[in-house]
C-alpha cells in the first residue's frame, strides 16, 4: 500500500506475482559409469535368512523388512554420482523425502539413523528429516587425508580449499509415549498423581535428581535410569490418587516397567578413544572392489570402507538388531552387520553394483561356512 495524497483515499498497488518456477528434476541419465555390465546380473534377490538384498528401488521394498534397529543410508549426494542422482544439493530434499518418511512409519525409539553425505547435501535434508521425528544426535567427519587429493587441486580455479570430508550423521528417532515426548508424559503422569512434584524426588531415592532432571521441562532434562523409572512409578501407583491409577502406562491397564522403559532408548556404545573425526585414508588396495577382481577399474566410486561401517553399526546396535541399507550400492553396511552376527536388509536399484554387491555377499556366506 502506497502513501496516498491528503484527503484522498490510498489506493491499492498489487505486487507483479512472479511466475512459478518449475524446477525439473536432475538425473544422471546418459553420464556413464566407470564400469557398466549389459549382462543381467544372475538373480535380483538373495537371501539365506541372515541378510536379504534386493535389486529393486528401498521404496518398494520397506514394508516387507522386519523392524530396524539401525539404518545406514549413503544415498544421494547432489552430484550426479549414479542413474537418478541430483545434479546439486536443491534437489535432495525431494529426493529423500519419501524414504524419510517410510523410515519413520517403521522406526521406534531404538531406531538410529546413520546419514552419510557431503556437509552441503546433509544441510539441505536436514530439515525433511527433523519434520519426520528425527533428532539430530551428532555429525561425524570422515577425514580422508591429504592423499585423496594428491596435491592436484588447482584452488585458484575451484577458490576453495580442497574437499577430503564426508560426513556421517547419528540420528535417533524421537520417543514418544501416547504421541507425547517423554519428558512432557513424565511430568504430566506424575501431576496426575495429585503428588507434590518434590516427592518424585523421595520417589526415586534422590535428593534432587528426580525434579531437577527427570522432570525438567528444558534442555536440563535427563533420561531417567529403568532403576529409578520403577521407583518412580511403583511410589505413583502406590500412593497416588486411586481414581487415577495405573500411572505411568502405556496402555492404560497396566504401568510400565522398568524393562518397558529402557526400550524408549536407542543403544549405543563409543569405543575408547574414538572421537567425531574419523581420520582415515580413502579407501585403496584389496577392499576396493573392482572389475576383475584386484585390477580394472574401481566398480563404486563412493564405496565405503567396512571398518567405519562395522564402527557405526557396532555402536548403535544390540544383539538382535536388524539393520536397513536402503542405498545397497556394494552392500558394505550389509557385509557389517553380518561380521555382528546381524540380520539386514538392503536394496539397490543398479544392476551393475547389484551384480557386484551379490558377488560380495554370496563370498561373505561361504567365508561364514568355512569358519
Known amino acids: 500500500m ?68 539401525c539404518i545406514v543410508s549413503d544415498g544421494a549426494y547432489g552430484v550426479l554420482g549414479f542413474e537418478g542422482d541430483t545434479s546439486d544439493h536443491t534437489g535432495m530434499p525431494e529426493w529423500y523425502e519419501p524414504h524419510v518418511a517410510a523410515w519413520s512409519r517403521r522406526a521406534t525409539a531404538q531406531t538410529v539413523l546413520w546419514f ?22 551428532n555429525a561425524n567427519i570422515w577425514d580422508k587425508g591429504l592423499g585423496h587429493i594428491a596435491g592436484n587441486v588447482n584452488t585458484a580455479k575451484i577458490r576453495r580449499f580442497p574437499v577430503v570430508s564426508e560426513v556421517c550423521v547419528q540420528y535417533v528417532f524421537e520417543p514418544r509415549i501416547n504421541g507425547k ?48 523409572f520403577q521407583m518412580m512409578a511403583d511410589y505413583a501407583n502406590e500412593h497416588g490418587r486411586p481414581e487415577g491409577r495405573p500411572y505411568f502406562s502405556q496402555d492404560g491397564v497396566a504401568p510400565m516397567t522398568g524393562s518397558d522403559w529402557a526400550l524408549t532408548r536407542s543403544p549405543f556404545n563409543c569405543p575408547h578413544g574414538v572421537t567425531n573425526v574419523w581420520q582415515r585414508p580413502a579407501l585403496r588396495g584389496d577392499e576396493r572392489i573392482k572389475a576383475n577382481g584386484t585390477s580394472g577399474k574401481a566398480v563404486h566410486l563412493n564405496q565405503k570402507p567396512l571398518d567405519l561401517m562395522h564402527r557405526i553399526v557396532s555402536a548403535s546396535t544390540a544383539p538382535g538388531s536388524v539393520v536397513w541399507e536402503p ?18 536388509f538392503a536394496a539397490e536399484i543398479d544392476p551393475t553394483y547389484f551384480h557386484y554387491g551379490l558377488e560380495r555377499i554370496t563370498q561373505e556366506a561361504c567365508q561364514d561356512h568355512l569358519l
Open 181 to 228: 515426548l517423554l519428558k512432557h508424559w513424565l511430568l504430566e503422569e506424575w501431576k496426575r498423581t495429585g503428588l507434590p512434584v518434590r516427592e518424585a524426588n523421595r520417589a526415586c531415592g534422590v535428593a534432587d535428581a528426580a525434579v531437577r532432571k527427570y522432570l525438567d521441562q528444558g534442555h536440563l532434562w535427563y533420561w531417567m535410569p529403568p532403576e529409578k
Open 2 to 69: 502506497t502513501d496516498a495524497p491528503e484527503g484522498n483515499a490510498p489506493t491499492e498497488i498489487e505486487e507483479p506475482v512472479p511466475a512459478a518456477r518449475r524446477r525439473e528434476p536432475t538425473s544422471t541419465v546418459g553420464r556413464g559409469k566407470a564400469v557398466t555390465r549389459t549382462e543381467a546380473p544372475a538373480t535380483d534377490r538373495w537371501t539365506d535368512g541372515r541378510t536379504t538384498i534386493a535389486l529393486a528401488d528401498s521404496l518398494s521394498q520397506y514394508e516387507s523388512w522386519e523392524t530396524p534397529g
Open 116 to 137: 552419510w553425505n557431503s556437509e552441503i547435501g546433509w544441510a539441505s535434508v536436514h530439515p525433511v528429516l527433523e519434520r519426520h521425528g528425527w533428532r539430530y544426535v
Open 327 to 344: 542405498f545397497g550400492g556394494l552392500f558394505t553396511a550389509s557385509v557389517a552387520a553380518r561380521r555382528l552376527g546381524l540380520r539386514s
